[in-house]
């Protein structure tokens, strides 16, 4: 006979067991997010997270994705605070990414810090951690030269080439862009000379509203969501004036938190199912090609 007691312990087994059985990334405690919700993390970085090593850094952000139900991130930078790093310092960068990477290979994807101010040495870090090595994307790029300068082509050639993504860090700052930070105009600059690039705004201009209608007509670039405050809109307007598929979620952590950055794809008034292409799927369709290439799970 069903009663309340067998019904409860009925309950409450099946959900120890489907918890038992759930992935960490699936439990998404009380957030509004459907448990078959895949977060993929395109914008992430392990500076401003503690550890005194590449891998325990990246311990932390695997508890912290843990609880927010982040499946995988690209991770990209290492954690030098130099904002003008030597082609010594980028490559030791890069060798934390792969440590961190190689530390977790199911939770995190390499992508290659390169720096069109150093043209030679950046293809050849491409040959050594793309190419011939495990990541699977370029960027964040983040350089004292701007993405729409002549030394970005033979970068943009070997993305293309090799079909994966760009990640590019670009602003509209109120108060004005460093010497050699890049606008969304710059990016899209980039974009008209190889229509089969594929980029990402890393921050849509943090200006949002300017960034969006910037780069609406080109086609091949992308919004990124990382790194700004959540303010409500963003999300939306990015989806109407862009289409769902043109939208990218990233945190930039441990420089912003991951619960504020996703909130604001959670938070929006967008319909499920565009709510998935923007907080995974777009970025599993961009990186399917190199994923397949290097054999890893899409
Ligand atoms: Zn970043």
Redesign the pocket.
Known sequence: MLNRRTLLKGFCSGSALALAQAKPWEFRGDSGLSGNMRIWDQ?A?LGSVPGDTPEERMAFLVRCMDRVGVERLIL??GYSADEHPTPDQIRQENDRVMRAVKAFPDRAYGSVYLSPVYLDFSLQEFDRCVRDGPMVSIG?I?AEARSNVRDMDPIAERAVAMNLPILQ?EWLKAGGNEPGESTPFDVVELAQRHPRLQIVC?HTGGNWELAIRAIRDAKNVYAGT??SDPTSGFVEMAVRELGAERVIYGS?VG?RSFASQIAKVEGANVSESDKKLILGGNLRRLLTPILRVKGYKV
């Open positions: 914008h970085h990209s930078q964040e983040e860090h890393a990382a790194g930039d420089g």
